[in-house]
């Protein structure tokens, strides 16, 4: 005779499904409910609210989705997406979620690059705040307020209608929102003159886990501090943000010179790493490694391209090069000289003939990658090089780069305590490594993923240690994640410390303080005691 236990299995199973679908659709109901009830005007939010019943959903899920390993039929989809038009519709939202038992996952430019800001393994909506883009410059003032909706290509666009000779040291990937980018630190090619994003920023508008507006005064200097870099989707939606902007001349010059084994490559790489962090911060220097068809037909060789933006004419840089990195053999004639933000376009690799692709958000590819990063504190000798050249020899190295931007400069003299971002002085330069694949390949992913994992172990010898430090915005879970319930403070401190070292438990104090009960949260986000 049958165990009861296991006849009853099966039919307890569909009773349960059954019931936690049911469970889910109330859920949902009794969210938009809320939403039309607790909104001043319910028919200008109900404009804004999108279900999988809608016939825009997808494409207004998908319209940000920037890796699109996170864009397929199996991955977890919100039961509403919000693109509120007001503050109104931000508090009703973080109020019904809150009553409904609804997690929320705030999106300003999509490129999470673990998905974390529109996917989730547990019951969630989307705040989508593309709306939220304004951007307005005062250039007496050297000022501008940027909503966190907007990308950084719109706030350099409004910066350069004004002025040719005002910057702000963001990053060069132009289509990446402001509010991700600020929350996490965010860097560019200024790094090495004027620090992070987040270092000038002086003012924000937050809506914290009560509905309360609150700017830097209200908010007090310990949140300031922890949403300069302490991570988005955390301590409350941060609205807009009022940034400091940097003076720059009206003319700077860059150059890229290529270098692959046949022309000595690893020698000119290894010696970068011991000037590079010591030239003058007027230049920001990195390198990029590929693999590439050789000369010799039907081979491959292994390429950097080594990348400069000085911040002064090409009269100026050629015999300060010439004189701290002869090795390079570089010429006039490798250098062009172009605006300041011409040059972010350079560097982004897009087209620099009109500046009106920095307003565009569907410029640059939207590719299927894996990525993880590192912090580099001693050179790596020409044998660890040659070991990473034979991992880009591998076959699933086919779409995959290495990156090396150099540090020095003004983070050298930031404390790493003055804003959650704590790589600073003592760091040669930040490694970051990336491998993708075709859409066509994705049920194969996980053999691209294991070539990267393999080449991150093989350099956990050249790297920061106890802490491994990592980047927070380049989000990656394979360091630790939190779990859907309840996380302990040991648990976070395992991911928390790569990206924050002690930082991290002013981070968790602050979180502590501002959301006791963990309602903004996601897989690595900083948890309360």
């Known amino acids: 005779m049958k165990s009861p236990h296991f006849s009853m299995l099966p039919f307890l199973l569909v009773v349960l499904f059954s019931l936690s679908g049911a469970t889910l659709a109330h859920s949902h109901e009794d969210f938009l409910h809320c939403l039309s009830l607790d909104s001043a005007n319910s028919s200008s939010i109900s404009k804004v609210i999108y279900t999988p019943n809608n016939s825009s959903y997808l494409s207004i899920l998908n319209v940000s989705i920037q890796n699109t390993r996170f864009s397929t039929p199996a991955t977890p989809k919100p039961s509403v997406i919000i693109t509120p ?9 973080i109020k019904c979620s809150k009553k409904h038992g609804l997690q929320i996952r705030i999106r300003s430019g999509g490129h999470d690059f673990e998905g974390l800001s529109y996917v989730s393994e547990v019951p969630f909506v989307i705040l ?13 003032n050297k000022v501008a307020w940027v909503e966190s909706g907007a990308t950084i290509g719109e706030l350099y666009y409004r910066i350069a209608e004004k002025s040719k000779t005002l910057a702000f040291p963001a990053g060069v990937c132009h289509t990446v929102g402001v509010g991700g980018h600020f929350s996490g630190g965010g860097y560019g090619i200024l790094i090495r003159k004027y620090g992070l994003a987040a270092d000038h920023v002086i003012d924000a508008h937050l809506i914290d886990v009560n509905g309360r507006i609150l700017d830097r005064k209200s908010m007090g200097e310990d949140l300031f501090w922890a949403i300069r870099g302490g991570g988005g ?60 068809n050789s000369s010799q037909e039907g081979k491959k060789t292994i390429q950097a391209a080594f990348k400069v933006l000085f911040l002064g004419g090409v009269d100026n840089l050629i015999p300060l090069i010439q004189d701290r990195f002869p090795e390079l053999g570089l010429v006039k004639e490798d250098c062009i000289e172009m605006s300041w933000v011409k040059s972010v376009l350079y560097f982004g690799g897009v087209s620099i003939k009109s500046l009106d692709i920095l307003l565009d958000r569907n410029a640059l590819p939207r590719p299927i990658f894996k990525a993880k990063s590192d912090y580099v504190k001693e050179p790596i000798p020409e044998g660890g090089l040659e070991g990473i050249w034979s991992k880009f020899f591998e076959k699933e190295a086919e779409v995959a780069f290495m990156m090396m931007v150099a540090f020095g400069g003004k983070m050298d003299a930031i404390p790493e305590t003055e804003l959650p971002y704590p790589h600073r002085v003592g760091n040669l330069y930040q490694a970051s490594y990336l491998v993708g694949w075709s859409k066509e390949e994705n049920a194969e992913s996980q053999k691209y993923i294991s070539w990267i994992r393999r080449l991150y172990s093989y350099m956990a010898t050249y790297v920061s240690k106890s802490p491994r430090e990592a980047y927070f915005n380049y989000r990656d879970l394979d360091i630790g994640t939190n779990n859907n319930g309840y996380t302990s403070y040991a648990q976070a401190s395992i991911w928390g410390r790569k990206y924050y070292k002690n930082n991290f438990n002013r981070l968790v104090h602050v979180k502590t303080m501002v959301d006791p009960e963990n309602f903004f949260k996601n897989e690595q986000s900083v948890p309360p005691l």
């Open 128 to 140: 989508d705040l593309l709306n939220f883009r304004a951007v307005e410059v005062d250039t007496k």
């Open 85 to 93: 038009l007001k503050t109104s519709h931000i508090q009703a939202t």
């Open 233 to 292: 989707n955390t301590f409350g939606i941060v609205l807009a943000w009022k940034v400091k902007l940097v003076s720059i001349p009206a003319v700077v010059t860059v150059f890229t010179v290529n270098r692959n084994l046949e022309q000595n490559v690893t020698k000119i790489l290894h010696r970068w790493q011991y000037i590079a962090h010591k030239l003058p911060d007027d230049i920001f220097t990195d390198v990029t490694i590929t693999k590439v």
